[in-house]
């Protein structure tokens, strides 16, 4: 194994944190001796050992004039875990190989000690993966006053997201749907459009084979606050908790049965202004899972970070509702082409995840 697919490892090692670490980053480690691994590791859940340590452990004698493969810089920084700089000079490590610096002000500076105490430290083989992988955690760091913001659709070939009578299930395939469990393991919360909460009427919760460390927190963005006593949301606020968006201008009555029912109502003027208060509330990062009014309404006003577009091999014809509606238009020479994270089949549907550039 070379130090590139050692990095490549350790990326897909990293993914088994998914869900059980934010706020922390995702990590993952080899140790090559030579060309061969001798220790791996990840950092398994929050407070946890760190991915470097699990991997010097697991390699032991073996990490002497070794080379540490791990997609984040090594944290200099005694936390909840000692400093993993500390246990990479101990253990005789020769050379780091990191995939991106660690952009924590209070976790930096793992190059600069390293290289001071002799171990040779490359950083930026598959930088661009390791970004893509931990865009969360990064964009908590670059404190952009909003959470991280993805939406995720299952579509048709024609770009629709439901039939003419508004029934979605369903598009996508077992496959599909399961990845979307795990997907959701990962963030904060998940929202939906008012629209969608009442034809639909989704739990929003996760039942795949990740179970979160913290559940994600469900969102419905409705300005009119016109959700029944009846939803599955809104019966089920006080066991997981329900935030409901509503304009400043709803109906007094209808926002005092919400709460009445246990669902926390957000009263905001746009988008932008709601995002900020989730924020605030601690909802770091969101997954917008439809309908089509409302990713039109956050693309629209530049709130989506990232989209994981599901796409499956079937037609449904004008009167479906459109994946996306409300979008201004664009010349061509003037339209945004967002970038290529990620492209995988889930048995008949194709995945695409594309992240605004
Ligand atoms: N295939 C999929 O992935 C998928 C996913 C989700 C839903 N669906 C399907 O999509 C259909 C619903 O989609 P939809 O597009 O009709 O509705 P939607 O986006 O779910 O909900 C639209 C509602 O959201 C509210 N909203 C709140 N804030 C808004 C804002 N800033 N801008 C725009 N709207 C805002 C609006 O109600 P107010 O004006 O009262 O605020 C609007 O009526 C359903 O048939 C569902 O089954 C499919």
Request: hydrophobic share 45%; proline share 6%.
């Amino acid at each position: 194994m070379n130090e590139r697919e050692a990095m490549a490892r350790a990326l897909d090692l990293a993914w088994r944190g998914w869900g059980r670490v934010q706020p922390n980053p995702l990590v993952g480690a080899v140790v090559l001796q030579g060309e061969e691994p001798v220790g791996e590791g990840w950092h398994p859940e929050f407070g946890e050992r760190h991915a470097e340590t699990v991997a010097l452990a697991g390699a032991g004698e073996r990490a002497r004039g070794a080379t540490m493969v791990v997609t984040l810089e090594p944290c200099a920084h005694q936390g909840k875990q000692p400093a993993c700089t500390e246990a990479i000079i101990r253990s005789g490590i020769r050379r780091v190989v990191a995939a991106l610096r660690d952009p924590n002000p209070i976790a930096a500076r793992g190059t600069e000690l390293l290289r001071e105490a002799g171990v040779e430290v490359e950083l930026g083989p598959l930088s661009e993966a390791a970004a893509a992988q931990n865009a969360i955690f990064l964009h908590s760091i670059a404190a952009a006053g909003r959470p991280f913001v993805a939406l995720k659709l299952a579509t048709t070939l024609d770009g629709r997201i439901a039939d003419g009578y508004g029934r979605s299930r369903w598009i996508s395939g077992q496959q599909g749907r399961e990845y979307v469990q795990w997907l959701r393991a990962g963030f904060d919360a998940i929202a939906v459009g008012g629209r969608t909460a009442r034809l639909d009427d989704p739990s929003l919760t996760v039942r795949g084979p990740v179970q979160p460390r913290i559940p994600p927190r469900r969102v419905v963005f409705d300005r009119a606050a016109d959700l029944g006593p009846q939803l599955t949301l809104i019966r089920t606020a006080r066991e997981t908790p329900t935030v409901v968006v509503v304009s400043p201008q709803a109906e007094p009555g209808r926002v005092k049965r919400l709460e009445a029912a246990g669902v926390t109502v957000l009263r905001s003027g746009s988008p932008a202004e709601a995002l900020r208060s989730l924020r605030d509330s601690g909802i770091g990062s969101l997954l917008v899972e439809g309908g089509g009014q409302l990713a039109g309404a956050l693309l629209g006003a530049g709130l989506v970070d990232r989209y994981y577009w599901l796409q499956a091999p079937l037609w449904l014809g004008d009167d479906a509702v459109p994946a996306v509606a409300g979008l201004p238009a664009r010349a061509l020479d003037q339209a945004s082409r967002w970038h290529v994270v990620e492209r995988r089949s889930l048995g008949e549907d194709t995945l695409l995840v594309v992240d605004r550039s």
